[in-house]
């Protein structure tokens, strides 16, 4: 299986594509199994999807920081000789994107917000909790994470996936959560931006989706209805469906 620098990744590509390298980047605990087959192989499109440090079958401990994953991304994106791609990131993903369009604006062509915000919801207790009882607070994540409607199969794979994250990691995730606020710093992403938020996430309620569409110069809302927090999985075609036509709206300078 293909890493670089120890980050795994999977890679679909598309020869002549009209729009830049598209990066997926998962949320707190995730990996890129986070995203279904219909946003991994979005017509037209290279896509490359990552495991974050210490995720998945990447290696490393896992960051407090945002910035120090957007890093990562960006290590990434040299070993693959990328010198600017469309960063995708959901929730603490979508933090990760929003470094990389303030902090580090030569890598970004684009961004794509997913169920996320300037400032990311975290239950206070929360870091402490996944230390003291990880399978018990892990059970109250999973609970959230998706609508009514989700498939108890799907929500049951989920709960899995983030048994199998080392507490650790974990909590570094939802300390780089908490301490995420790009509030005042949102004038300066000059790329195009989408923005992706759900009627029923109960995590990152769609207020701050709509937020950011309000703060991002050149941004596009798009509700996701009838769908929690984990709705790239839920909706997985809406989504991707959304993602390609805000794709084939742009001018891309390739």
């Not at 580090?104 to 400032?119: D, E, I, M, N």
């Not at 710093?185 to 769609?206: F, H, Q, Y």
Request: with cysteine.
């Amino acid at each position: 299986m293909p890493t670089i620098n120890g980050l795994f990744f999977t890679e679909r590509s598309h020869e002549n594509s009209p729009y830049p390298p598209i990066v997926l980047v998962h949320g707190a605990g995730g990996s890129h199994l986070d995203w279904p087959p219909e946003l991994r192989r979005l017509p037209q499109a290279r896509v490359i999807a990552l495991d974050l440090p210490g995720h998945g079958r990447s290696a490393g401990p896992g960051f407090d920081d945002t910035l120090e994953y957007a890093r990562s991304v960006c290590t990434l994106l040299d070993g693959l000789n990328i010198e600017r791609a469309v960063i995708v990131g959901h929730s603490m993903g979508g933090a990760i994107a929003q470094q990389i369009g303030i902090f580090l604006p030569a890598r970004a062509a684009g961004l794509v917000l997913v169920g996320t915000g300037s400032k990311l919801p975290v239950e206070p207790t929360l870091p402490q909790r996944i230390l003291d009882d990880p399978e018990g607070t892990v059970d109250w994540i999973a609970e959230w994470a998706w609508s009514a409607d989700a498939p108890t199969d799907v929500k049951t794979l989920g709960r899995q996936r983030l048994l199998a994250v080392p507490p650790k990691v974990l909590r570094r995730d939802y300390l780089a959560c908490q301490a995420f606020d790009v509030r005042e710093s949102l004038g300066l992403i000059t790329t195009p931006v989408l923005v992706l938020g759900a009627t029923e996430d109960r995590m990152v309620k769609l207020k701050f989706s709509t937020y950011l569409a309000e703060n991002i110069p050149n941004a596009t809302l798009v509700v996701v209805d009838g769908a929690g927090h984990m709705f790239p999985l839920e909706k997985a075609q809406v989504v991707a469906s959304a993602v390609s036509d805000w794709l084939a709206a742009q001018e891309w300078d390739r």
